[in-house]
């Protein structure tokens, strides 16, 4: 028995080492992958600030903040994703179940086609567009709208009994009114204004900055040590409110921390790189299908391959248009939707549940 759960401990430890390896290769890749193609020794040397003054920039302004991004983003909407289907106790559950992401669109819409762009201050001079539109003011006001959807969902949650049905009723409630908004917006916008909007949608590392990367770094790193602490505590409800309400979990107070946690990470990310799908899916159901359900390996291994597979997707994306910047969220989405559709027709058409 002892020797059985140490061989499957160390199956999972080694497979967090692949998966690290796998990142770190991935990195490497995107590194060297791009318009203009640098052979490895001058690429490293640039990475460290020595060699020809064009390549140091190529990669420490271009390549590196967009590798970080895709790291940091991935690993965030992968563990946002793995908390949203723990405590909502269902595996189709993802970072858009509150409407966060929709909440975001809107609040980028509202700053491009209102307040920044569009509408008041280009009209149709398509030559207007890079000095109106302040991608600073789209990303801030996509992540207060996002964060206002959390609290407004939570919020209406706990007026009846705080059950993951009605957290989901209500996210979708309100992600629906976010987008009934963002459609009403658009309709009104000029063509311009209109054309701004749909291109800060697309996700895309290529507009990270090094100051993005360290506020998802922020996030990201307080919520996987919180999560982390708690470990123990979501594996009690995995399983049944009964069980962990037995053993001391206070299963309503840790469900509300958790998703307003994960939304954020969710609304952070998706601020400062536009829309990025099916990551939070993807990733923590097949980390659960190879490496069971116990979270002290779930949280690090979402983590690594929402990492890995934002990289590898935005590189591919890279390779196939000839270096230039394809969104990536195109890419997540090809590769998700299949998968997607597994889920939904899953035993015999049922849902699956981790309760």
């Known amino acids: 028995m002892e020797k059985g759960f140490a061989k499957a401990n160390a199956t999972r430890i080694i497979a967090l080492a692949v998966l690290l390896f796998l990142c770190l290769g991935a990195s490497i890749w995107a590194l060297l992958v791009g318009s203009s193609s640098l052979p490895v020794g001058e690429a490293f040397q640039a990475l460290f600030g020595s060699g020809d003054p064009t390549s140091v920039r190529i990669v420490q302004q271009i390549r590196l903040p967009r590798i970080l991004a895709g790291l940091l983003a991935g690993a965030s909407l992968s563990l946002a994703g793995l908390f949203m289907q723990t405590n909502l106790g269902n595996i189709m559950a993802s970072p858009s179940t509150l409407g966060v992401t929709n909440a975001a669109v809107f609040g980028a819409n509202l700053s491009i086609i209102v307040l920044s762009g569009g509408t008041l201050a280009t009209g149709n001079n398509a030559n207007a567009i890079p000095g109106s539109v ?33 957290v989901v009723l209500a996210g979708i409630a309100i992600g629906a ?53 708690l470990s123990w505590k979501y594996n009690a409800m995995l399983g049944g409110e009964g069980y962990a309400r037995s053993i001391g979990v206070n299963v309503g107070r840790i469900r509300f921390i958790s998703l307003l946690l994960a939304s954020l990470l969710t609304a952070v990310s998706v601020s400062r790189i536009g829309l990025i799908g099916f990551i939070g899916i993807i990733c923590p159901h097949a980390m659960r299908r190879i490496l069971g359900s116990n979270h002290r390996y779930l949280i690090p291994a979402s983590i690594l391959s929402g990492s890995l597979l934002l990289v590898f997707a935005d590189t591919l994306a890279r390779t196939f248009a000839g270096g230039s910047s394809v969104p990536v969220g195109a890419v997540t989405s090809i590769i998700g939707a299949p998968f997607f559709l597994y889920l939904i027709f899953a035993k015999k058409g049922e849902p699956e549940c981790l309760n």
């Open 177 to 229: 009114v976010w987008t009934g908004l963002t459609t009403f917006l658009q309709f009104f916008a000029t063509d311009v204004g209109l054309s701004a909007a749909v291109v800060w949608s697309f996700g895309d590392l290529g507009r990270a900055t090094y100051t993005d990367c360290i506020i998802m770094a922020v996030v990201l790193f307080a919520s996987a040590i919180f999560f982390f602490i």
């Open 134 to 166: 302040n991608p600073f003011l789209a990303s801030s006001m996509a992540l207060l709208f996002a964060v206002i959807s959390v609290l407004l969902v939570l919020g209406l949650s706990t007026i009846r009994r705080f059950s993951p049905n009605v």
